[in-house]
Structures are given as structure tokens and as C-alpha cells.
């Protein structure tokens, strides 16, 4: 929650489902999830959120493997 001057109170939406695709094809619902790649490169992870509002974020980050 968050309060915004004395008398309003709002509520934050709570992230309510996790997806995460890690770009070699595995993927994970686990709120921290993890994940050993099998060969060196560069992957897309994709992360997607849904939230108490019905309201979809999703993220993506490169990740770049080394041996």
C-alpha cells in the first residue's frame, strides 16, 4: 500500500503470475526461478507478469553465456 497524503490509502498491484523464458526453450512459473544453460551464447530471458489487475508486464534482458 501506498499513502498518499493523510487520508487516501491506494493499493499496489501485487504480481499474482510469473513466466520467465529463458531463451534456450526451458521455461518456469517459480517466483525465484533458476536455470543452468547447457552451451555458451547469447539468449533472450523474457519475463511476463500479471498482476491483481489483469494488467500483463513483460521484460526481456539478453544474457550472454560463457564456459
Known sequence: T???????VQTCALPIFLFMEVGDGATS??????HEYSNPGLYSV???VLDNNNTVST?????????
Open 2 to 8: 501506498r499513502l498518499d497524503g493523510v487520508t487516501e
Open 46 to 48: 523474457e519475463l511476463e
Open 29 to 34: 512459473n517459480e517466483v525465484k526461478p533458476t
Open 59 to 67: 521484460s526481456t534482458v539478453q544474457v550472454e553465456v560463457q564456459q
